[in-house]
Nanobody, 126 residues
Framework: VQLQAYGGGSVQAGGSLRLSCAASGRTFSSYCMGWFRQAPGKEREFVAAIRWSRSSSGSTSYADSVKGRFTISRDNAKSTVYLQMNSLIPEDTAVYYC?????????????????WGQGTQVTVSS
């Protein structure tokens, strides 16, 4: 599986962005997909994940820091996972990565994922 993330950019605090991650391969629906981020000088951290689902409505999990502001979703027909980010704050500034693993369980740690996209920069100014 190859992943390509896009949609990052620069916004002011309170603004919104939607990240997309397009996946190659015919087994996308069977992959748990996640978003992680890494700010300068910090470790990569979990943001959100969505479990595999044939109906594109898998269960989700969010980091406490983004809960209520970010929404992860997937469209199996387009082999794409999205991260809708609302009410952005400067602390959300980071490179955002999408990742996938062919497992049932939602992964919360980077080491649980087998495939990674190249990352897309999100910058939130105050």
């Amino acid at each position: 599986v190859q992943l390509q993330a896009y949609g990052g950019g620069s916004v002011q605090a309170g603004g919104s962005l939607r990240l997309s991650c397009a996946a190659s391969g015919r087994t996308f629906s069977s992959y748990c997909m996640g978003w992680f981020r890494q700010a300068p000088g910090k470790e990569r951290e979990f943001v959100a994940a969505i479990r595999w689902s044939r109906s594109s409505s898998g269960s989700t999990s969010y980091a406490d820091s983004v809960k209520g502001r970010f929404t992860i979703s997937r469209d199996n027909a387009k082999s794409t996972v999205y991260l809708q980010m609302n009410s952005l704050i400067p602390e959300d500034t980071a490179v955002y990565y999408c990742a996938g693993h062919p497992g049932i369980r939602i992964g919360l740690q980077p080491e649980e994922y087998d495939y990674w996209g190249q990352g897309t920069q999100v910058t939130v100014s105050s």
